[in-house]
């Protein structure tokens, strides 16, 4: 195990050796010969882009790229770090406490993008994504705001003197009252045929596998081609993946997905949650990625579906006797297909499948 950490180690360093002032220098030097751009896809060896903006995939190929462009190595956030913690040693202010340290080592593990890529848009879709993923109002408006201290302080300090306004200044994560997750309802199923022919398959698909089987966003958002047997009709929700030990499970997909799923290029990736967000408010601006999960939840109830069948579904803990309903002999996911199928029928009439 030591080995394999180690392993992981040094490759995730070998990714990043780049911001080291000599290595970074010889890059410039290279780029004066070639472009940033091509240096940049050399040196990691990552030249996927998208079509649209034609950046690349792979974000740590891009922030190379955009360096060398500004020909200056951007601060990350344990840059932001070193630099608070110089900051309170100048002033002779007394250490950040260990659990400072711990929470602040959290969120920045947890945080989907560098100081370098932090935009309003980036800090709203992570948002997103901690909400769909279960966590309080409270525990998000403290991730944000550890990171968003971090900025602000450094701003003052001069080290991010190019920056003229802190992202998260324009990101609403205070904690007020929990808002309520609206439930999806048979008008907005029907609206939803209507705007699916419209959608790429990067959030079709997405879209269609939280309505018929009540995923989280982020547990599609993470799937891998591995994650699919098509041969099965199934979903994995993989351990490390998933929003706790009970979120881990196999789940039936339904034909219309698994025909989309055939062909989708999956090293592209998904959409993002804020842009399928944006899509369904189109619809309705009640409707979110949530409002679907919700939705199965109450669809199932009036189809008379077991309510252990559904949570299994969900992902939701069951009691040792619901697993043994459920599963009997281990985790099927056929058994889930049979129970939900005929709310899966009333799904396929409404979006017109």
């Known amino acids: 195990m030591a080995e394999l950490e180690a392993a992981h180690k040094a490759r995730d360093e070998g990714k990043t050796r780049w911001r080291d002032a000599e290595e970074f220098s010889s890059l410039l030097e290279l780029s004066d010969v070639l472009d940033p751009q091509t240096t940049a896809e050399q040196y990691t060896g990552k030249r996927a882009q998208d079509d649209g903006s034609g950046a ?15 020909r200056e190595v951007p601060a990350t956030w344990n840059d932001l770090i070193r630099e608070v913690e110089r900051i309170r040693r100048r002033k002779n202010l007394s250490p950040f406490s260990a659990s400072w340290h711990r929470n602040v080592g959290i969120a920045i593990k ?10 309003p848009e980036a800090i709203r879709e992570w948002i997103d994504q901690m909400q769909d993923s279960g ?16 900025v602000a302080k450094c701003m003052k300090s001069g080290l991010l003197r190019g920056l003229t306004m802190n992202p998260f200044d324009a990101a609403d994560y205070s904690a007020g009252e929990a808002n309520h997750i609206y439930t999806a309802i048979e008008r907005d199923y029907r609206d939803l045929s209507l705007l699916l022919p419209k959608l790429l398959n990067r959030q079709l698909i997405p879209v269609l596998i939280q309505v018929y089987c009540g995923t989280r966003i982020s547990e599609v958002r993470n799937r891998k081609r591995e994650d699919f047997d098509l041969e099965l009709g199934t979903m994995q929700v993989a351990v490390g993946t998933a929003k706790n030990k009970s979120s881990v499970r196999t789940i039936p997909l339904p034909p219309k997905v698994l025909e989309l799923l055939k062909q989708f290029p999956f090293e592209k990736g998904w959409g993002t949650a804020s842009q399928i967000n944006i899509r369904l408010k189109s619809i309705n601006p009640e409707l979110t990625t949530h409002s679907f999960r919700h939705g199965l939840t109450d669809l199932g109830r009036r189809n008379q579906v077991d309510p252990a069948h559904i949570e299994a579904l969900l992902g939701h803990r069951l009691s040792i006797s619901q697993m043994s309903n459920v599963y009997r002999q281990g985790y099927d996911p056929e058994v889930l297909r049979k129970a939900i199928s005929s709310t899966w029928k009333k799904i396929d009439a409404w979006l017109h499948i």
């Open 56 to 70: 690349f995939l792979d974000k740590n190929t891009e922030a190379l790229a955009q360096a060398l462009l500004k």
């Open 110 to 119: 947890q945080c989907p993008f560098e100081l370098a890529e932090a935009t």
């Open 135 to 150: 966590l309080t109002v409270l525990t998000i408006n403290s991730k944000c705001s550890l990171l968003s201290g971090l």
